[in-house]
């Protein structure tokens, strides 16, 4: 069943969104700084190729103080757009009885949206 879910989400605008993802990381790589964060936009563009049947869990030391500090610079800068742009998508998709399951995949995300540092969907 998820492997429907993840085909219905990339053909009605997951893969437009990874996309998005993944080419915004490899324009942060093109500076020394943005590495770290390009690199996270990259992972959650992966990640949201194919969310169905996965969940968002803590990786070891994910509280380490580097990894605090990134997330509150992304949290800033990047990852409450992002967070508003999935809640936003998974309001829309509310609306519909059909687009429940795919809003949820959206609520799913917001995490991984704000806090990328020491976080993966697997």
Sequence with gaps: MSTLGNLIW????????????????????????????????VKIGVASLAPFGK??????????????????IWLVLFGWEIALAHLISALVLFITIIGIPFGKQHIKLIPLALFPFGRELR
Excluded: D, H, K
Excluded at 58 to 72: C, G, M
């Design 55 to 72: 969940e968002v869990v803590e990786v070891e030391r994910a509280n380490s103080t580097l990894r605090v500090l990134f997330n509150i």
């Design 10 to 41: 990339l053909i009605f605008g997951g893969l437009i969104a990874a996309l998005g993802y993944i080419i915004a990381g490899l324009l942060l790589c093109l500076t020394i700084v943005g590495i770290p964060f390009g690199m996270q936009s």
